[in-house]
């Protein structure tokens, strides 16, 4: 972990204020269940006055050209791949994900920030004729003002450049709050910002602590905007402090994403990018591949050869880049540990693992081993609920009517996959199935020109390219008669 003050205090006004109250959040690594860090939740007081210190700030920031607000993002991306290393290991230390998987996460943070500050010379608006002689209708595009923005645990620095490179691009301030089981990585990015670059004081600030303190910033009439990734409860909840306030809200939630296994896709291929796109990050992705529907002529073939390598996925200390490492606590490996429980009840057959792994490397640490499961029923419960952690059920289906309609039977809308070989299949497939994003003979990840969106429960408003962008932003109509 690295020194410097910044664990032990928010980071408003451009300054670290020591902790005024009195509760705090131990921080465990995941691999060696260690408290790490004892981080202070921020009291009413510190929150109000990180967001008067944002709306304060806003107003010469939302009047700096863009140009200039996209220089400041470009250094910070310049900044984080300066640090990558030290970055990385806090979030390996914090989350658990493989130490080359955390490198990749802040190359793909700092790649974000390239993408969004692109629009700096891109805030268009539309000049229309107006209805009367010698009027010109002016749609201009404006700040919205302080961003919330609230960070769940699995992409700790990934999910905070989604709100902070957009936000500020688009001229508004930020109140982020990082998850409270990984906000070091956050932290000492924030303090590294603030040690090295130029960025107005107030235009970033920071508090910690846990779902009260999410509340609190939330809540309050003088937030413009609450982007929000994380869980549908939680969403649900934002979403109802924000309608005292009729706050903007932006909500990224979770997934249980469907992959459909057409009978002429290429198996091997299918396998091994559905394996990815399970285990990644330990299964602890929203667009994770959760649930498997696969063509009966090929359902002994796919599940013998995805048996096969799942046996040959390494589970380790993060440091050494295994495929997998622990999952991030014991509650979101007991809730693995239960999803199988209940399938195998349920009268699911576990066909690899459906345990924690036995031995000395593991004898602490959240661990849960790459796990299939067949004879899995549409209604059952590893079928409808997302599983955070690496287990896949497969289900054979006989039909395309029938997969499609398994694959949209659910409240979640994220992402969903297909693999087949034939063009109109794969076109069908994607007009019909019900999510905000459908990759074909392909999984992980999307791209930052894309649009990364769930449908039905999944969220609300959607992150990534033009359109994740312009929702920073709000039109005002400006009427120009010069008769
Ligand atoms: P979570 O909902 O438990 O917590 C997310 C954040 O919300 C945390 O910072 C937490 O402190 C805060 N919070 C909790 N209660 C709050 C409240 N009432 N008001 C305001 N803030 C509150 O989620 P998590 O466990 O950190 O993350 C995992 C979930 O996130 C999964 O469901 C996953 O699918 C989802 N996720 C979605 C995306 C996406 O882009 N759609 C990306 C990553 C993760």
Not at 455 to 477: A, P
């Amino acid at each position: 972990m690295s020194e410097g003050n910044q664990l032990g205090g928010q980071y408003i006004a451009g300054e670290w204020r020591e902790a005024s109250g009195t509760e705090s959040i131990e921080v465990r690594n995941p691999t060696t269940e260690e408290v790490i860090a004892d981080i202070p939740n921020a009291t009413p007081e510190e929150i109000d006055s990180a967001i008067d210190s944002a709306a304060e700030a806003q107003i010469d920031w939302g009047r700096r050209p863009a140009h200039e607000r996209g220089e400041l993002v470009r250094e910070v991306a310049e900044l984080m791949l300066t640090n990558q290393s030290e970055l990385a290991d806090l979030i390996v230390e914090e989350q658990g994900k493989p130490r080359n998987v955390a490198l990749g996460e802040i190359e793909a943070s700092a790649d974000l920030c390239e993408y969004m500050a692109e629009w700096d010379r891109r805030i268009e608006g539309d000049i229309l004729p107006g209805d009367t002689r010698r009027e010109s209708i002016h749609l201009q595009r404006h700040p919205l003002g302080v961003v919330a923005g609230i960070i769940p645990w699995n992409y700790p620095i990934a999910v905070f450049i989604r709100k902070f490179a957009p936000a500020l691009v688009a001229g508004n301030t930020l109140v982020a709050k990082p998850s409270e089981e990984t906000p070091i990585s956050t932290l000492r990015l924030a303090e590294l910002i603030d040690e090295e670059l130029d960025l107005p004081d107030g235009v970033l600030n920071i508090v910690t602590g846990g779902g009260e303190v999410g509340t609190r910033l939330v809540s309050s009439d003088a937030i413009d905007m609450i982007s929000m990734t994380g869980s549908v409860e939680t969403g649900k909840a934002i979403m109802e402090a924000a309608a005292d306030n009729l706050t903007k809200v932006s909500l990224e939630l979770g997934g249980k994403a469907p992959v459909i296994v057409w009978k002429d896709a290429d198996i091997d291929q299918a396998v091994e990018d559905i394996l990815t796109a399970r285990i990644t990050n330990t299964g602890q992705v929203c667009t994770c591949a959760e649930r498997v529907y696969v063509h009966g002529d090929v359902r002994e073939e796919f599940e013998e050869h995805y048996v096969e390598a799942a046996k040959n996925v390494t589970l380790g200390r993060p440091e050494d880049n295994p495929d997998m490492g622990p999952q991030v606590n014991s509650r979101e490996l007991e809730k693995t540990e239960a999803a199988v429980k209940r399938a195998r009840n349920e009268g699911a057959e576990v066909l690899l693992g459906g345990s924690r792994p036995s031995g000395t490397n593991f004898e602490r640490g959240y661990w849960y081993e790459p796990t299939v499961i067949t004879d899995v029923k549409q209604d059952m419960d590893i079928m409808q609920n997302e599983v955070f952690g690496p287990v896949t059920p497969i289900m054979e289906i006989d039909s395309l009517e029938d997969a499609i309609q398994y694959a949209n039977d659910s409240r979640y809308g994220l992402s969903s996959y297909v693999f087949t070989d034939n063009y109109r299949t794969a076109m069908r497939v994607a007009e019909d199935l019900e999510f905000g994003e459908t990759y074909i003979n392909r999984t992980l990840g999307e791209s930052w020109h894309g649009h990364h969106i769930g449908w039905n429960e999944s969220g609300l408003g959607g992150e990534d390219g033009k359109y994740g962008f312009l929702k920073y932003t709000q039109l005002k109509t400006v009427y120009h008669n010069y008769d």
